[in-house]
């Protein structure tokens, strides 16, 4: 049964929304969100690529009267996963600390990061990330 603890509202910081809800997923946490209205017309349907990248790792986002509840009760990691950015430089960004739980992150237009943090691989880098350009 979905348990929803805490409800965050996005509303003043939405360009953080992807990263907080992807992080909020891979630590397994049922949660709501508000405030996300503005992310259906950003670089790409914000919300849609949330969902369709986050079901890879057996997490949905559903919407009800505007508010987005996380479920992760199916949440699992492969081994290795794909992820689409569709042209959205936070989709990379937010997706990419994956890699921290998943043995192999395939992030899908890599450059996208270059529209707001060009260097982001390079800081991965430093921190300690395996990255590599195909």
Not at 105 to 127: G, H, N, R, T
Request: aromatic residues 8%.
């Amino acid at each position: 049964s979905l348990e929803t603890t805490q409800v965050l509202d996005l509303k003043t910081c939405p360009d953080l929304a992807q990263t907080i809800i992807v992080i909020a997923a891979a630590l397994g946490k049922n949660m709501s969100f508000t405030g996300l209205e503005t992310l259906k017309i950003k670089e790409t349907d914000r919300i849609a690529a949330l969902q369709n990248e986050l079901a890879k790792i057996g997490v949905t986002l559903t919407e009800n009267n505007l508010v987005y509840t996380l479920n992760t009760d199916e949440l699992h990691f492969p081994n290795k996963i794909t992820i689409a950015t569709y042209e959205d430089h936070r989709m990379a960004m937010a997706f990419a600390p994956l890699a921290l739980l998943i043995d192999e992150v395939e992030i899908e237009e890599m450059q996208v990061v270059e529209k707001s943090y060009p260097y982001f691989w390079e800081d991965l880098k430093k921190a300690g990330f395996d990255v590599k350009e195909k």
